[in-house]
């Protein structure tokens, strides 16, 4: 049976491979009378007897061929080629390609010994459902990030197993960080997908570079994020695998230049002024102890008080509290009360309390990534002029402030104020929204609660519990009360 002529101009390498033009271009000429007699062979082709074609091809059944691509009849013609971006290799040349087109390992024996660095990512999008139980330790197979930060390290050891011409390395340094995903605000995806972004380092002292090492930890660690959670999202998506930056070797230092993913601008505050009277007369100083006052026209911030007695589980649960909303995503600030006059807020013999001890009312303290500042005030400042204060948060959680009104859980482990014998009953007023306690004590508010009938003969209405030792199920209801769940 003859074979059918494609009508497509190939490049014959020395091993007798053919790729057509389309793919690696056309053959640069060696020199004019080279490119001539080219010219003339295909002109010469064009006039030979048989049916109108290019380049010699059989052109039988009306198919026209632009560039090695076929073009049927009535068929769009190719789009115009466009330049290809710039690369960042050193020059042309194949290293792991011999001149007969075979496959090798470098020999690397000549090359310096020198410390190089790689650092890559990958990113694995899931729903966010699948997000809060891996955040949330939720998983049946049990800690999932904390799995895939160690299989990425241990592939980054296997890499030369895994890559045929990578060479086995001695390697110096290996770490995963994992870093979820937030739906919006800092760190989010303009298409406000969620999971997890995953950043491989990895370090070596020798002749060659740590690139592959640093792709496949960052590579397997994201596919072992897969394996733990497809009993319950197979869609999950792992995207984003590239290289941020190597050091060291002959090339030295290269960098991506749009490493930093882009984000979701954060909205705005809105701040809301009040209507504007006539004869209301201007104070000549800010009203609040606060120095300076708050903020002009300030918003109070999104806050959540956790109130209760002294050794009720405040603050063990505050802790575990902040922790869980950060994972999730939210940038958390935080207040405590504290019922002591005078308290120390720094640490003795720093220079900023020495500041202090010497007259000075008002501290501030500054570093590069951080500040603070502290000052007497004539008489407690109120929270609700702190929160103005919070404009970088999304919520603040409140430690105490049992009468300022805010938002509350009530936090009981025993149900009784070990020192003074008051029940955490009678902190329940119209503020809680929640009462974080062990079942005992809930048993006990709801048969208080029975006792306290209305004319109605209804027990009296009482927020939803909540486990106290649960604080994913507490960080749940925080995350709906801010429509963030």
Same mark, same amino acid.
């Given at each position: ?9 190939? /490049? ?25 007699? =080219? ?14 074609? $290019? ?10 061929? %632009? ?42 024996? =000549? ?15 899931? !729903? ?16 999932? *990030?904390?799995?895939? +930060?160690?299989?990425? %390290? ?12 990578? !060479? ?9 960080? %994992?870093?979820? /995903? ?10 406000? +997908?969620?999971? #997890? ?45 590239? *290289? ?9 230092? &290269? ?10 601008? $954060? ?40 109130? =209760? ?15 869980? *909303? ?26 900023? &309390? ?85 079942? *005992?004590?809930?048993?006990? #508010? ?13 027990? +009296?209405?009482?927020?939803? #519990? ?8 507490? $960080?749940?209801?925080?995350?709906? +009360?801010?429509?963030?769940?």
């Amino acid at each position: 049976m003859a074979r059918r002529k494609t009508g497509k101009t190939t /490049i014959k390498r020395a091993t007798g491979e053919t790729y057509p033009v389309s793919v690696v271009g056309e053959p640069p000429a060696q020199d004019e009378e080279r490119a001539g007699g =080219g010219a003339a062979a295909a002109s010469d082709a064009a006039a030979s007897d048989g049916p109108a074609g $290019v380049n010699g091809a059989d052109m039988t059944d009306s198919t026209t061929a %632009i560039d090695g691509v076929d073009v049927r009849d009535g068929a769009p013609a190719p789009a115009a080629h466009t330049a290809a971006p710039t690369r960042d290799g050193a020059g042309d040349v194949l290293t792991h390609v011999d001149d007969k087109g075979d496959v090798r390992m470098v020999d690397v024996s =000549g090359k310096a010994v020198t410390q190089r660095l790689a650092v890559a990512e990958a990113t694995i999008l899931m !729903h966010p459902e699948t997000q809060a139980m891996v955040l949330e330790d939720r998983a049946k197979k049990g800690d999932v *990030l904390a799995c895939a +930060r160690v299989a990425g %390290i241990m592939a980054s050891k296997r890499t030369g197993e895994l890559i045929p011409m990578c !060479h086995p390395l001695m390697i110096t340094k290996s770490a995963v960080d %994992i870093e979820p /995903i937030p739906a919006s605000g800092e760190g989010a995806r303009d298409d406000g +997908r969620v999971g #997890f972004r995953v950043q491989a380092t990895c370090g070596v002292t020798g002749v060659t570079g740590i690139e592959m090492e640093a792709l496949t930890a960052a590579s397997v660690a994201c596919l072992t994020i897969y394996d733990m959670c497809k009993a319950v999202d197979r869609g999950m998506e792992i995207v984003d695998v590239r *290289l941020l930056r190597k050091e060291g070797g002959r090339s030295g230092t &290269w960098e991506r230049e749009d490493k930093v993913p882009a984000t979701d601008a $954060v909205p705005a505050v809105e701040t809301p002024t009040a209507p504007a009277d006539a004869d209301a007369e201007t104070p000549a100083s800010p009203t609040s102890p606060l120095p300076g006052g708050p903020i002009a026209n300030g918003a109070a911030a999104p806050a959540i008080a956790f109130i =209760g007695y002294q050794n009720s589980g405040k603050t063990t649960l505050v802790e575990k509290v902040i922790a869980r *909303l950060t994972q999730r995503g939210l940038r958390v600030g935080s207040i405590k009360h504290h019922g002591e006059k005078n308290i120390e807020v720094d640490q003795p013999g720093k220079d900023s &309390w020495r500041h202090a001890r010497a007259g000075s009312r008002h501290v501030g303290l500054v570093s590069p990534g951080r500040f603070a500042e502290y000052a007497d005030t004539a008489e407690e400042v109120p929270v609700a002029d702190l929160l103005t204060h919070f404009t970088d948060v999304d919520v603040v959680v409140v430690e105490g402030y049992k009468t300022a009104g805010l938002p509350n859980i009530v936090v009981s482990r025993s149900g009784v104020d070990r020192l003074r014998g008051d029940s955490s009953y009678d902190l329940v007023d119209e503020h809680t929204v929640a009462i974080a306690c062990n079942e *005992l004590v809930e048993r006990d #508010f709801r048969a208080r609660a029975a006792k306290e009938a209305d004319e109605d003969g209804e027990p +009296r209405a009482l927020p939803p #519990f909540l486990n106290i030792n649960d604080a994913a199920e507490i $960080v749940t209801f925080i995350m709906r +009360r801010l429509g963030r769940a």
